[in-house]
């Protein structure tokens, strides 16, 4: 059975201690099953004008949850983002607010 | 020619002994922390290393929690590695022992058992590793300098088995046997290298087939990962088995995970481990010569626990003393007490039993100590039962 397979086994609920693979070591990115962005109480919002594409958030963000895009513009991705204010605190412009859900 | 195979006698402590065998296992990686009393082993390692007579990385680490820790990542790298330690910095590893386990990384370990502080004491007890009991490693006892050495060769082979891949610890007596010289007879290096082979861990860190190490698992998924262990600990004891097997058929020395001493007829067995096990096989042959029908039990394997064979041992006996060398404070008994203890339990067995408290922080293990206590258990025999069920033996009332 492929890693990718059991992934989605395991999404679905579907495995025993024998077809998980030992000691969850793994080759593909389970955390991805685990949509974060439930945690929240508080979002990022980013001001398109103020921002200089330096892409320090995306770098400081410690749940990959800022998306570059091609031109170097970043969005977040609210289905992981957990409100942390990381992004918001390493922003040299302030071009990130955070703001109540 | 000859066709005796030539016999290599060497003089060495159990330090040594273990230093040696960890050389010609041709070790990459020992990380560690020096203490009292195994510092020596990582001491003869450094200078093997610093001679050019082994080629490994030898780092000595700023804790034990990080010495184990450094072990962890070599071992997930696929390189065969060693640490050592006793006492306080067993404890300060604690953490570090579950994580080792958890994530498979075939680790060997020496501990030179030692008591626990406060009182500050150096010398010999089981208190260090019996907190280290639940920790899912595999634990092997050495009762005398000999076994020091060959369970060390054999817990490579064990630990990097890839039916098992799991962590073990070789305990050897504090000072008794660590300090203590012994004639040992060591097998030659090729020997060994045929006995353990490569090392060929399959998780290895590779950054072209990158894996996730020590993950979070969740309530849906943790407790698979801990039946995994539960499973893997189960049927860790049967590759012992094979391997102790063709370490024999090598070395002429065959160590079961029990070691019976005339307990075929035995009516009173004293079980115990570590060397009071050689204490007690003295006074048990001394015994037999005036017809008392005494064995002893050494446990060479206590994790896993050998349950199985246990029973078939005692079932035949009619008084069995557990010689403790730790306790569990605020528990019904010593650690080995009660695991002797709810085995028979488990299968029904109805034995006259009493646990003996005894050596903690050194205090000698003497020949008229076994005698006395041997005494103690045949007066139960006669009466069908013990005073008490806990001796605190020596303690000075």
């Known amino acids: 059975m492929s890693e990718k397979l059991i992934v989605e086994k395991i999404v679905k609920g579907e495995f025993t201690w024998r077809s998980l693979p030992p000691a969850a070591m793994i080759s593909v990115p389970t955390s991805m099953m685990y949509k ?8 990022p919002v980013i001001d398109r004008d103020k921002c200089t594409k330096c892409l320090l958030c995306w770098v400081f963000c410690p749940d990959m949850s800022i998306k570059r895009l091609p031109d170097n513009s970043v969005e977040v991705d609210y289905e992981y983002c957990k409100g942390c204010g990381i992004c918001a605190e390493e922003c040299p ?5 955070i703001v109540e859900e | 020619m000859s066709l005796v195979k030539q016999i290599r006698m060497v003089a060495l402590t159990g330090n040594e002994a273990i230093a040696y065998a960890v050389k010609q296992a041709n070790v990459d990686v020992i990380a560690a922390y020096p203490i009292t009393p195994q510092t020596i082993i990582v001491e003869r390692l450094s200078k093997y290393v610093a001679d050019g007579e082994l080629e490994a990385a030898f780092i000595q680490a700023e804790s034990e929690h990080s010495a184990l820790s450094i072990c962890i990542g070599a071992a997930l790298t696929g390189a065969r590695t060693f640490t050592s330690t006793a006492s306080q910095g067993l404890a300060l590893m604690h953490e570090v022992l579950h994580i080792a386990s958890s994530m498979r990384a075939p680790i060997v370990m020496a501990v030179a058992n030692r008591a626990l502080n406060s009182p500050l004491n150096i010398h010999c007890d089981h208190s260090d590793i019996m907190n280290a009991r639940d920790t899912g490693w595999i634990h092997l006892f050495a009762n005398n300098v000999q076994q020091a050495y060959d369970l060390t060769l054999i817990a490579f082979r064990l630990s990097e088995d890839l039916d098992v891949l799991l962590p073990t610890s070789i305990n050897l007596d504090g000072f008794i046997l660590t300090h203590s010289v012994e004639p040992v007879e060591v097998l030659p290096d090729e020997d060994v ?19 996730a190490y ?60 570590g060397s009071s096990v050689e204490t007690l096989k003295y006074v048990a042959k001394r015994l037999r010569r005036e017809g008392l029908k005494a064995g002893v039990l050494g446990i060479t394997m206590y994790r896993p626990f050998p349950e199985e064979e246990l029973v078939e041992i005692l079932s035949k006996a009619k008084v069995v003393v557990v010689m403790d060398r730790a306790y569990s404070y605020g528990g019904v008994g010593g650690p080995l007490y009660t695991d002797v203890l709810s085995t028979l339990y488990k299968n029904d067995l109805k034995i006259t039993i009493a646990d003996f408290i005894y050596g903690l922080g050194g205090r000698d293990f003497k ?3 076994a005698e006395e206590i041997f005494k103690k258990a045949f007066r139960a025999l006669e009466k069908g039962s013990f005073d008490q069920d806990i001796y605190w033996w020596g303690v000075k009332e």
């Open chain 2, 367 to 369: 020949i008229s100590d």
């Open chain 2, 193 to 211: 290298r045929n006995f353990l082979g490569e090392n060929r861990y399959p998780y290895e860190i590779d950054f072209n087939k990158p894996l």
């Open chain 1, 93 to 97: 412009v302030k071009a990130i607010t």
């Open chain 1, 36 to 43: 974060t962005g439930s945690w929240r109480i508080s979002k």
């Open chain 2, 214 to 273: 020590g993950v979070m698992a969740l309530p849906d998924t943790y407790m698979e990962f801990r039946k995994q262990l539960y499973e893997v600990l189960k049927s860790a004891p049967r590759i012992y088995d094979e391997i102790a097997e063709e370490y024999a058929k090598i070395s002429g020395r065959r160590y079961g995970k029990l070691l019976p001493y005339f307990t075929e007829d035995a009516e009173v067995i004293v079980i115990a481990l």
